[in-house]
T-cell receptor, first 113, second 112 residues
């Protein structure tokens, strides 16, 4: 079956620190991989995605590379800001027609000045 | 262009009461989804729709019903609410099966 295992939080970093949030997956077929971000009081927003092995998704300074050999999609940012404080969800989309998303449990990031 | 909107934002129900959550999208998307979000868990798919007049079960459909009478609206119903249905409910939509899902702001439901 499909599942996503995500690094447990919460994570607290100082501003300008390096961020890594680990994500590994189990899937049948050839899934697409996503990172969604949820800011306080808001719905989820797509942060980045990758649709095939070795693809790198990037947005707002965040990056993640689709690693089929290690079934991973770790999220990284070189220098976090206070405004990056949010909950981050790793997800995969199965390759069937319904585009069902399977989410990890989420990692809460707090960036302190 | 409002995107995906959800009504209401908050609701408190007593056990056994019924209610309907409304999701509306103005992006002409074919696919719509209802998820629930519980503490310590990722979002879980309740029901989804691949087009007007169609619905299908997701991962956790028990206790919920849905309808997609109009392309832009996707309704989630609770016929007899239970405390286990206390959660935050998110609606999402996408243009096709391969496209990005866009999420609404969520409805926080408490069942006493």
């Amino acid at each position: 079956g499909n599942s996503v295992t995500q690094m447990e939080g919460p994570v607290t970093l100082s501003e300008e620190a390096f961020l890594t949030i680990n994500c590994t997956y189990t899937a049948t077929g050839y899934p697409s991989l996503f990172w969604y971000v949820q800011y306080p009081g808001e719905g989820l927003q797509l942060l980045l995605k990758a649709t095939k092995a070795d693809d790198k998704g990037s947005n707002k300074g965040f990056e993640a590379t689709y690693r089929k050999e290690t079934t991973s999609f770790h999220l990284e940012k070189g220098s976090v800001q206070v405004s990056d404080s949010a909950v981050y969800f790793c997800a995969l989309s199965d390759s069937t027609g319904a585009n069902n998303l399977f989410f990890g449990t989420g990692t809460r990031l707090t960036v302190i000045p | 262009n409002a995107g995906v909107t959800q009504t209401p934002k908050f609701r408190v129900l007593k056990t056994g009461q019924s209610m309907t959550l409304l999701c509306a999208q103005d992006m002409n998307h074919e696919y719509m989804y209802w998820y629930r979000q519980d503490p310590g868990m990722g979002l879980r798919l309740i029901h989804y729709s691949v087009g007007e007049g169609t619905t299908a079960k997701g991962e956790v459909p028990d206790g919920y019903n849905v309808s997609r009478l109009k392309k832009q609206n996707f309704l989630l119903g609770l016929e007899s609410a239970a405390p286990s249905q206390t959660s935050v409910y998110f609606c999402a939509s996408s243009y096709s099966w391969a496209d990005t899902q866009y999420f609404g702001p969520g409805t926080r439901l408490t069942v006493l």
